[in-house]
């Protein structure tokens, strides 16, 4: 029996330092440890017990864990998990599959050409983010591996008029727009994470798969899994989305992170032992 452990990184199981959520006393917060250095500064934390789990459950040889995020291949690469190098993941919210660090060619093509049969060209949206946003509020606006558009923002000051306008006018042209934290995404419709996914669990032959995240652009991918786990956090939670085989964790900030790595080993060590 092989299980497939699909999560997402940022807000799921690595953090920021404004993310962190460290809301107890001082003499009881947990021990972090840094998993992500950019631009000789550590960025991306995990609890140390988060980091052991994720050891403990990469060394199973009938786990194939699978970092699945919205980030491109170049940021992927600054992360440095603890635990055995996993040999499949997930970036640019499915456009890119890499296979031991390399992306996977035909991957990309075959995604590529459902892009442009499916939904409105890159072009127009990224044009449309840059007419549209007032130099008030953006402060960068990126295009990632050729297939979405992202804005860094001071949230505080997007109108959500805009916001909701944006969306509205993304859905009609075949595109999701999501809002993490500073970050505003513009999404092909059809780049999900779970195709990515299925991929991976069908060159694997895993037999199940479990899967976290914490955004819009995680819900294809926990309704694909056989069992989801979301945070207290995120668009998810402030939606109060759910899923029968999905759990709703009240558990937010790094903890929460803690407590789905936890959930993970569990439940790859109870498959475990059913298969045995």
């Known amino acids: 029996m092989t299980v497939l452990v699909a999560s997402d990184l940022d807000r799921t199981l690595i953090y920021s ?47 194939v864990f699978v970092p699945t995020t919205t980030r491109t291949r170049k940021q992927y690469q600054r992360i440095r998990f603890p ?14 599959l890499l296979v031991g660090g390399v992306p996977d060619r035909d991957w990309r093509r075959q995604v590529a050409a459902r892009l442009a049969q499916e939904c409105a060209p890159l072009e127009e949206v990224h044009a449309h983010l840059l007419a549209t946003a007032d130099p008030a509020w953006l402060r960068k606006a990126r295009v990632a591996e050729d297939f979405f558009a992202y804005l860094v ?40 994470k779970s195709a990515a996914m299925r991929e ?8 199940t798969t479990l899967a976290a995240g914490d955004s819009l652009l995680d819900a294809d991918l926990l309704l694909a899994a056989d069992a989801g786990w979301r945070p207290g956090h995120g668009e998810l939670a402030e939606a109060g989305w ?35």
């Not at 669990?201 to 895993?206: I, L, N, S």
């Open 83 to 96: 635990g055995r190098p996993a040999p499949y993941a997930i970036c640019a919210n499915g456009g890119q």
């Open 242 to 276: 759910t899923a029968p085989s999905v759990t709703a964790l009240a558990t937010a900030g790094v903890l929460a992170g803690e407590e789905m790595v936890r959930a993970f080993t569990r439940e790859a060590g109870r498959l475990g032992r059913l298969g045995a």
């Open 153 to 192: 923002v001071e949230r505080a000051l997007v109108p959500d008029e805009w916001l909701k306008s944006l969306t509205e006018w993304a859905e009609s042209r075949g595109w999701t727009v999501s809002l993490q934290g500073r970050k505003i995404y513009a999404v092909p419709r059809p780049l999900t």
């Open 200 to 207: 991976v669990a069908r060159r694997t032959g895993a037999t």
């Open 17 to 63: 330092t404004a993310a962190l959520g460290l809301t107890m006393p001082d003499p009881v917060a947990p021990r972090l440890l840094c998993v992500e250095v950019h631009e000789s500064k550590p960025l991306s934390y995990m609890t140390e017990t988060a980091a052991a789990l994720l050891a403990e459950l990469t060394a199973d040889p009938s786990v």
